[in-house]
């Protein structure tokens, strides 16, 4: 089974950005909605930003602003471009399915994002 792979994590200072990329099989990019996700240490993931097949955009609060979603269906990749760091977006983060859609393909390994004060 093709593996969701995500990219272009890594350690960052605060204020600093990343661009996340996220390569994706096409049957599932077919589907429709695709998100990012995140999962701090001792913490449940959470959702991050989601995009339509569309490229209608939803954010959770902490990051409006700051992260924008974006995708490229003829190169199944869904990307995450990540301003003015925080310390709190310190997480692992993964891509998937957006939570419309009612359930997941499996998780692949995530990127590790590390925002250093």
């Known amino acids: 089974q093709v593996q969701l792979v995500e990219s272009g994590g890594g350690l960052v200072q605060a204020g600093g950005s990343l661009r996340l990329s996220c390569r994706a099989p096409?049957?599932?990019?077919?589907?429709?909605?695709m998100a990012w996700y995140r999962q701090a240490p001792g913490k449940q993931r959470e959702l991050v930003a989601a995009i339509t097949s569309g490229g209608s955009t939803n954010y959770a609060d902490s990051v409006t602003g700051r992260f924008t979603i974006s995708r490229d269906n003829t190169k199944t990749t869904v990307y995450l471009q990540m301003n003015s760091l925080k310390t709190d977006d310190t997480a692992v983060y993964y891509c998937?399915?957006?939570?419309?859609?009612?359930?997941?393909?499996?998780w692949g390994q995530g990127t590790q994002v590390t925002v250093s004060s």
């Open positions: 998937n399915l957006g939570p419309g859609v009612g359930r997941f393909y499996p």
């Open positions: 096409r049957s599932i990019i077919n589907i429709g909605a």
